[in-house]
C-alpha cells in the first residue's frame, strides 16, 4: 500500500532529530506525499488527545517517530486511535522500540511505500475507571517537569458504553504499561489487586505496574519482573517495592483484566499510562486494565530480533565461567532446508547461520 500522508514526531531538543526531519520531507516531497509535524511537545501550544492530533495532522496513514523510546510511544499513542503504522528512527539512547537506524529514513520510507516493509502488531491494554481522571493543577508542573506539558485527562471512548458498577471506558491506549504510583514520598499505596475479578492480594506498595509484554523490558522489568516475548499477548502485573513477602510478577492471560482498587485509608495515587501521566486516584477510587482490541502496527525492514536486541541493548554479558568452555554462535541453527515439525516456528533466515 503506498503511504497517502506521514505525520513526523520529533524529538525537538536533539539536532540529529532535527537533521532526520529534514530527510524525511525531501523524501514526501520527492514522492508527493504530504508531511505535517506533529508537536507533541512545546508549552505554548495546547496539548490535544491522540484523536485530535490524528485529525489535526489530516489522519496520516505512516506515523515517523524520530527520536528514542519516548518520541516513540507519543507516536504510537497517535497512531493506534486510527490504525496508522509507526516507523520508529533511532536517535534516542536505549532505542529498544525504535527500528529503523538514521542512515536507513530513505530505504525504510521506500519499503513501506512499496508495500515491501513487514507490519508487525503489538497489544495495547485500555482502561476503566470508577471516575474520569483528573490532575490537579498543583500536582501537574512537578510530575510533568522536564517532560513537557502534560497531555489532556482522559475522555471517555467513543463507541462504549458506561455503567451499572463497570466504571467508565476511557479512551487511552498503553503499548507498555498502565502504571500506579505513590504521590508522597512517604506515602505508600494500599491497593486490592484483583485478576479475572477475584482478589490476587492487598498491596503496601511504592507503585504497581499493569504491563504488556512489549512493556515488560521497561518499568516492569526495572521492579524484577520477566522479559515476554512482545510476539505474545499476556497482562503483566509488578509490584513495586512491595512491603509484603509475595512480591513477584503475575503474568496473566490476555483475558484476564486487572483492577487496583484503592483501599479507604491509602494515600493517593499517580496514574501513567507509558509514562505520561494521566490522573490522580483517591481512596475509594479503581481503575480496571485489560486488553485493547486496537494494536500497534509497527513498520520492520525486517522481522524483529527480539531477543538479539535484548542481548545487544541491555549489554547482556556472558558467564565469565564460559570464557575458557569455548565461544557461543550469534545464532543456532543448521543452513539446511527446516524439516516439517519445525517449519511453524519463528527461526532466524539461513544467511542468519553463515
Ligand atoms: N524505573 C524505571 O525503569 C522506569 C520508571 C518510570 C517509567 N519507566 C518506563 O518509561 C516508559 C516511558 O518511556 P520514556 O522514554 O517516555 O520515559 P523515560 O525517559 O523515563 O524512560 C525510561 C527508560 O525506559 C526505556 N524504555 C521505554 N520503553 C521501553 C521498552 N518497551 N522496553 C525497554 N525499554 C524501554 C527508555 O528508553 C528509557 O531508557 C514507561 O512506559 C515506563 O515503562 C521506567
Ligand atoms: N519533542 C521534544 N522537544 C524538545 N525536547 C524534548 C522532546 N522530547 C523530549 N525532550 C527532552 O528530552 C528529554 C528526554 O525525553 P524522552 O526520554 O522522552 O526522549 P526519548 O525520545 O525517549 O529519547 P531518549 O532515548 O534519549 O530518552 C526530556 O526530558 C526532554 O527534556
Given at each position: 500500500m503506498p503511504v497517502h500522508r506521514v505525520g513526523l514526531v520529533a524529538h525537538q531538543g536533539r539536532d540529529a532529530a532535527r537533521e532526520a526531519a529534514g530527510v524525511v520531507h525531501a523524501w514526501c516531497a520527492a514522492h508527493e506525499v504530504p508531511c505535517t509535524e506533529i508537536d507533541v511537545w512545546s508549552a505554548d501550544q495546547h496539548r490535544r488527545s491522540a484523536r485530535e492530533e490524528a485529525r489535526a495532522a489530516g489522519d496520516p496513514d505512516l506515523v515517523v517517530t524520530l527520536g528514542g523510546d519516548g518520541t516513540f510511544l507519543r507516536g504510537a499513542r497517535i497512531a493506534v486511535k486510527t490504525g496508522a503504522t509507526v516507523l520508529g528512527v533511532d536517535?534516542?539512547?536505549?532505542?529498544?522500540?525504535?527500528?529503523?537506524?538514521?542512515?536507513?529514513?530513505?530505504t525504510a520510507l521506500d519499503a513501506v511505500h512499496?508495500?515491501?516493509?513487514?507490519?508487525?502488531?503489538?497489544?495495547?491494554?485500555?482502561?476503566?475507571?470508577?471516575?474520569?481522571?483528573?490532575?490537579?493543577?498543583?500536582?501537574?508542573?512537578?510530575?510533568?517537569?522536564?517532560?513537557?506539558?502534560?497531555?489532556?485527562?482522559?475522555?471517555?471512548?467513543?463507541?462504549?458504553?458506561?455503567?451499572?458498577?463497570?466504571?467508565?471506558?476511557?479512551?487511552?491506549?498503553?503499548?507498555?504499561?498502565?502504571?500506579?504510583?505513590k504521590l508522597a514520598r512517604d506515602h505508600q499505596v494500599g491497593v486490592g489487586v484483583y485478576i479475572s475479578g477475584r482478589l490476587l492480594a492487598a498491596y503496601s506498595a511504592d507503585g504497581l505496574v499493569v504491563a504488556t509484554p512489549t512493556g515488560?523490558?521497561?518499568?516492569?522489568f526495572a521492579a524484577g519482573g520477566p522479559v515476554l516475548s512482545p510476539h505474545m499477548?499476556?497482562?503483566?502485573?509488578?509490584?513495586?517495592?512491595?512491603?509484603?513477602?509475595?512480591?513477584?510478577?503475575?503474568?496473566?492471560?490476555?483475558?484476564?483484566?486487572?483492577?487496583?482498587?484503592?483501599?479507604?485509608?491509602?494515600?493517593?495515587?499517580?496514574?501513567?499510562?507509558?509514562?505520561?501521566l494521566r490522573g490522580v486516584l483517591d481512596p475509594g477510587d479503581w481503575i480496571g486494565v485489560y486488553r485493547a482490541p486496537q494494536r500497534v502496527r509497527l513498520v520492520r525492514l525486517q522481522p524483529t530480533d527480539f531477543y538479539g536486541r535484548l542481548r545487544e541493548r541491555f549489554r547482556l554479558t556472558d558467564a565469565p565461567a564460559t570464557a575458557t568452555d569455548g565461544e557461543s554462535a550469534p545464532f543456532f541453527r543448521p543452513?539446511?532446508?527446516?524439516?516439517p515439525d519445525l517449519a511453524g516456528l519463528r527461526l532466524p533466515p539461513p544467511t542468519a547461520a553463515r
Open positions: 536517535l534516542g539512547k536505549v532505542g529498544f522500540l525504535t527500528e529503523v537506524p538514521a542512515a536507513d529514513i530513505a512499496a508495500g515491501h516493509a513487514p507490519v508487525e502488531e503489538r497489544m495495547t491494554l485500555t482502561v476503566r475507571a470508577s471516575r474520569l481522571p483528573e490532575v490537579p493543577a498543583e500536582l501537574e508542573s512537578s510530575f510533568c517537569y522536564g517532560r513537557g506539558p502534560a497531555l489532556p485527562p482522559p475522555q471517555t471512548r467513543p463507541e462504549s458504553t458506561a455503567g451499572d458498577g463497570w466504571g467508565l471506558p476511557l479512551d487511552v491506549n498503553a503499548l507498555n504499561d498502565v502504571v500506579v504510583e515488560s523490558t521497561a518499568y516492569s499477548d499476556a497482562v503483566v502485573f509488578t509490584p513495586i517495592a512491595a512491603h509484603m513477602t509475595f512480591n513477584r510478577t503475575v503474568v496473566a492471560a490476555p483475558d484476564e483484566p486487572v483492577a487496583l482498587r484503592i483501599l479507604p485509608h491509602s494515600g493517593r495515587a499517580a496514574v501513567s499510562i507509558d509514562g505520561q543452513d539446511s532446508c527446516v524439516p
